[in-house]
């Protein structure tokens, strides 16, 4: 309830007593006439008129209207009943007389001296009465006042202890020593201790080490007066292990003589912003070392005036321009383009698509060099506006190298091509050779084996049985001599003859090789098996015959086995592998190269039927001359298996 309302009760009942007494003024001078009429009828009723005693009645009445009705009224009281006294009472009665002027003057006079005493009286009660009055109305409002001031601290008791524990943020009153003195829950919250372990514990004991020292550091400023509050980022140690770090802002509160008496601390926990902010930094200083220490040349331009905004350490030694002579420069302007038009066709593309990748570029250096660079450049929104972030690879050295490999192997082409054209003359000149060679030779060992042959006819008896073997060893070489010049012929043939191929059924090939064959073979006991059916392949099927024969042949020879075996098929699909198969002697693995040299044998000459060592090479030579392969795969003792392809790997 407001003060003024409270004084108003006291006040309205006091009031009501002294209106009780203080009448209007009408009503007073009614009143005194009435009480003069009354005092008179008393006095008549009392006694009769001329007993005496006039106004015996009027002098009480006097002190009555006095006291109920004031001076004026009381004056006309008075003056009413001394002229109505004197009138009526005093002898004569009924009457007025000179006599009667005195008594009555003696009666205003003491009637008067009653009122004058009432009436100072009067004056002096109402105005101790308002002394007291106003001193009680005082009371009343201190009184009120003081109730209302301590309802007040109640209150403002009240909303601070709610706000301290309420608070969203840590706070503590912390004495100047730094034991905590007063704390709220948040802060509990935030340390992890519980309140009683906090206070009995100094801000100092869960302070991060490294932070300490800065903080009294401040502390000492305060308690010297420089500074009245400070505000600092720092670490708590929480209960249990682990850190949090809080803003704290530290004021102080003085005592009336000015003294330092205690801190207010209040502490918010900014761990989630710190973490964010670590983690913001971190990114930042990845991302400007990934910009600066990059080994390619990287520029940052801005797209409406085409300047350079950054530039890292690689672009600079390319470019050979300093990061502050390129910042707030255009490419154009610094002529790093070869030509404006191929600028201006990077701008065009980087429009069209907002990307290039990949560009081979000559780009000028500062000191007039040109280097060649890998340019590659994106359109980005940085801070509100369009930019281009461009990389560049110096391939400079790459591009120089590749040239040259380029011109080696240009020059390389060149010299083997060259070195073929004169080793294909020399093969074709020594296949003349060879043929020219072998064929002059053939003549005269003719003519040899004929002498030989005359000599054995009609000379026979004058030889004796030595001589007779000399001659036939010589006609033995004779033949041998003619059979390797066959075969060189044959060879030297092969390397100077066309060869014309076409599709031929290679079945319809075996089909007449083994026809050639079969009395050799059948003398030899072997048993063929042609496993599959051959292809149609494109190739010359005179020379491919002469392969078949070779080989089977050979195959057959080269068996000491009783049942002797030799298989023919394919392998494979699209370039068809054909092979024969024997189960005979086998070649050793140091052999497999050799044998397909020129009259390499393994054997005596006598062994396995004789030979001149020249079938594998032709044979070789043939297959080659198709553009094919020959190999084989032997097992020592357990047979062998020549494979060969008529045409190259595709
Ligand atoms: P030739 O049969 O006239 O001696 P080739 O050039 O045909 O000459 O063969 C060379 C050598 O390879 C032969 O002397 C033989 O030792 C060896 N040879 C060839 N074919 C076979 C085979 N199928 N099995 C074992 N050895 C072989």
Not at 151 to 158: F, P
Not at 201 to 207: A, E, P, S, Y
Not at 585 to 596: L, N, Y
Request: hydrophobic share 40%; proline share 3%.
């Amino acid at each position: 309830m407001p003060p003024h309302e409270e004084a108003t009760e006291p006040q309205s009942r006091l009031e009501f007593a002294l209106t009780t007494i203080r009448m209007g003024a009408p009503a007073k001078y009614l009143l005194a006439l009435l009480v003069a009429l009354l005092a008179l009828g008393l006095r008549m009723a009392v006694l009769p008129v001329e007993a005496g005693l006039a106004f015996l009645i009027f002098y009480p009445s006097t002190a009555v209207v006095a006291l109920l009705c004031g001076l004026r009224p009381s004056v006309l009281y008075i003056a009413v009943s001394a002229l109505t006294g004197t009138y009526i009472f005093l002898p004569p009665a009924w009457g007025f007389s000179a006599d009667k002027l005195l008594p009555s003057c003696a009666y205003v006079l003491s009637a008067s001296t009653i009122l004058l005493v009432i009436y100072f009286y009067q004056r002096r009660v109402a105005r101790q009465t308002q002394v007291l009055t106003r001193e009680m109305v005082a009371r009343e409002s201190t009184a009120v006042a003081l109730r209302h001031t301590l309802d007040q601290h109640d209150k403002l008791e009240h909303a601070f202890r709610q706000t301290f524990e309420q608070a969203a943020v840590g706070l503590a009153h912390v004495s100047l020593k730094g034991h905590w003195l007063r704390i709220n829950q948040k802060l509990c919250d935030i340390v992890a201790y519980n309140r009683d372990e906090l206070l009995n514990m100094t801000f100092q004991d869960i302070t991060f080490p490294a932070d300490l020292d800065a903080d009294l550091a401040f502390v000492m400023q305060m308690l010297s007066g420089e500074i009245d509050h400070y505000t600092m980022e720092k670490r708590y140690l929480r209960k249990g292990g682990g850190i949090v770090w809080v803003n704290l802002t530290v004021s102080m509160v003085r005592r009336v003589d000015g003294s330092p008496d205690y801190f207010i601390a209040v502490i918010e926990e900014i761990s989630r912003r710190k973490n964010a902010e670590e983690a913001l930094a971190l990114s930042e200083q990845k991302f400007s070392m990934a910009f600066s220490a990059n080994p390619a040349a990287i520029a940052l331009t801005r797209v409406e005036d085409g300047l350079f905004v950054e530039v890292n350490e690689t672009w600079v030694e390319l470019s050979g321009y300093t990061r502050e002579e390129s910042i707030g420069q255009s490419g154009r302007a610094m002529h790093i383009w070869p030509t404006p038009e191929r600028a201006a066709e990077f701008t065009q593309s980087l429009r069209d698509r907002g990307t290039v990748r990949g560009w081979e570029q000559s780009f000028n250096k500062k000191n007039g060099e040109i280097y060649i660079a890998q340019l590659s450049a994106q359109l980005l929104r940085v801070g509100g506006e369009d930019h281009v972030l461009s990389t560049l690879v110096d391939i400079t050295a790459s591009k120089h190298a590749e040239q040259e490999i380029r011109n080696l192997n240009a020059s390389l082409e060149r010299r083997v091509m060259e070195r073929t054209e004169k080793l294909e003359r020399i093969n074709h000149d020594l296949d003349d050779f060879a043929y020219i060679a072998s064929h002059d030779l053939k003549e005269p060992l003719r003519g040899l084996h004929n002498y030989a042959s005359f000599l054995q006819e009609d000379y026979a008896e004058k030889l004796d049985d030595e001589g007779k073997r000399y001659l036939e060893r010589m006609q033995r070489l004779v033949e041998r001599l003619s059979a390797l010049i066959d075969g060189l012929l044959s060879y030297s043939r092969l390397g100077s003859t066309d060869l014309p191929q076409e599709p031929v059924a290679l079945d319809q090939v075996l089909d007449e090789v083994l026809e050639d064959l079969r009395v050799f073979l059948k003398e030899k006991n072997v048993t063929l098996v042609r496993e599959s059916t051959l292809p149609t392949v494109v190739c010359n099927a005179m020379w491919v015959r002469e392969v078949f024969q070779n080989l089977i042949t050979n195959a057959a020879k080269y068996n000491d086995k009783d049942d002797k075996r030799i298989e023919i098929g394919t392998r494979g699909g699209a370039n068809p592998v054909l092979c024969v198969r024997d189960n005979g002697i086998g070649i050793a693995p140091q052999h497999e190269d050799t044998i397909f040299r020129i009259f390499k044998r393994l054997h005596e000459q006598n062994k396995f039927g004789g030979g001149t060592g020249a079938g594998l090479t032709i044979v070789k030579k043939i297959i080659e001359r198709h553009g094919g392969r020959i190999w084989l795969e032997s097992q020592l003792g357990e047979g062998t298996s020549f494979c060969f392809t008529l045409h190259g790997d595709t």
